[in-house]
């Protein structure tokens, strides 16, 4: 008795097209919803001095499919996320190098006392967790 498997690669095909049909929309509005929680997480870590940097982070809008971007233009933006000061003054701090979850790390630097280690890499690390969850949830409804 022999027993036969076949494996049909045309149908296989289909499906996995049909499966990337139906989720990239809800994948889409996944990313969107973490966009949005995540610009709500950075501003309370955005440093306020003439609240200019805070004003400047732009509402989270799509630039295509499952990508979503906030800006900020404000020339002294990547000082404050990224330890970028040249010396420790009253308002600053020598922070060494610090893994904020995820996949997501801080380089060791001079920070702003009130956004020390960043804004965005923090409330990315911390939005992760929410958008996994989201992102699960999704392929799996339409699996």
Known sequence: MAILITFNEA???ADIKRYLIATRAEVDDAVREAAFRARSRLLPYTAVDTGRLRA?????TRRRLMT???TNDTPYGPHL???LYTRVGPRTVQLG???LGHGFKAP???Y????PHGMVSRALAEEHDALRHSLDAA????W
Do not use: H, V, Y
């Not at 400047?56 to 989270?60: E, F, S």
């Open 97 to 99: 190098p610090r893994d």
């Open 108 to 110: 060791g630097g001079i």
């Open 139 to 142: 392929l799996k409804q339409n």
């Open 11 to 13: 149908r296989f095909i």
């Open 112 to 115: 702003s006392l009130q956004s």
């Open 56 to 60: 400047a982070w732009t509402p989270a």
């Open 81 to 83: 996320e990224f330890g």
């Open 68 to 70: 979503w971007a906030m």
